[in-house]
């Protein structure tokens, strides 16, 4: 029988894609079998959650975001102080990068769909972060205090599928993109995000703001009247959640250094409109072992995977 052609086996993959985002979208199916190993493996450890970690979980439950900092949830005083280091390492690489983004946004007087996110610069690579897996962001993901808020809200053991640092740099232009509200493309049943704060961030700095209750184990079909899909995904402005959504019930994530926020990203968000003060901040995605490929992390150069702890998300085949 002939090997079927490289058309017949791209419309296969699409189907495969469609098939498994639908799947990913049946609770039961998306825990039983699809992360049935890593839902009884969970189950037989138990979560090991500090008070700390628990009082975030109970947030994240309730209302989808949360809110701690970076020395409550690990009980390390220099973990921040260590990350602010490795981000300023990281960036004076990228200060030509930096310096040119800055540039062009004082002489651009339209950011188009602003999905190309010229305001941003991320400072591991977007889509195949490449991190040592014991390394001091990987090390920083995988804290105890909080994999174990991870492991809990997902109620099964999860991986690490995204490490980055992200500067966003202010501008005066029109809310685009992910500036304005939106959900995350449902690459997996929950989408639970962390943000550290590497700089104070105040309402200048673009901060998270959050619509409670509309996230994976919340509402997730509730949404504003006057949305409009812009060609990537289905946003939002501020005056069609004013109309409906209280404003104790959005909360803006302004903080000092060291503050962490967990969200599920599948509930109404928005951030990093910076205005006049740029934000600093260490990202990092938790996916379940079923979450669709979008993201993953790059491997380094030498690295044998069969050593490696299987809570972070390699891609085999994106060699750094």
Not at 148 to 156: H, P
Not at 177 to 192: A, E, I, T
Request: aromatic letters at 6%; hydrophobic letters at 40%; a neutral charge.
């Amino acid at each position: 029988m002939a090997a079927p052609s490289l058309v017949t086996r791209s419309v296969n993959k699409a189907k495969y894609e469609v098939q498994h985002k639908v799947l990913l979208g049946v609770e039961p199916v998306w825990r039983y079998v699809l992360n049935g190993t890593s839902t009884r493996a969970f189950r037989k450890s138990g979560s090991g959650l500090s008070e700390e970690s628990a009082r975030v979980l109970r947030d994240l439950n309730r209302d989808g975001c949360a809110l701690s900092t970076v020395e409550a949830l690990t009980g390390d005083p220099t973990l921040l102080g260590r990350l602010q280091a490795e981000a300023k390492a990281l960036e004076a690489e990228r200060a030509d990068e930096v310096a040119a983004k800055a540039k062009a946004l004082l002489e651009i007087d339209d950011l188009g769909d602003g999905n190309t996110k010229p305001y941003l610069v991320q400072f591991l690579d977007a889509e195949r972060p490449v991190v040592q897996p014991d390394g001091l962001l990987a090390m920083a993901a995988l804290e105890p205090g909080i994999k174990s808020i991870a492991d809990a809200y997902y109620g099964m053991n999860v991986r690490v599928a995204d490490i980055n640092i992200w500067r966003n740099l202010p501008s005066s232009h029109a809310p685009v993109s992910s500036q304005l509200w939106h959900r995350d493309q449902p690459d997996d049943y929950l989408v639970l995000k962390m943000f550290i704060y590497l700089e104070d961030v105040t309402d200048g700095s673009g901060p998270l703001s959050y619509v409670k209750g509309t996230h994976g184990k919340g509402d997730r079909k509730w949404r504003p009247q006057g949305t409009l899909f812009d060609g990537h995904n289905i946003r939002a402005h501020d005056p069609d959640m004013d109309r409906e959504v209280p404003v104790a019930r959005r909360p803006r994530f302004t903080g000092p250094a060291g503050t962490v926020v967990l969200s599920d990203t599948i509930g109404w968000h928005k951030g990093g409109q910076a205005t006049d003060t740029p934000r600093l901040l260490f990202h990092v995605l938790f996916a379940s072992r079923a979450a669709a490929d979008h993201r993953m992390l790059g491997t380094p150069k030498g690295l044998d995977l069969a050593t490696v702890t299987p809570d972070l998300a390699y891609d085999k085949t994106a060699v750094g």
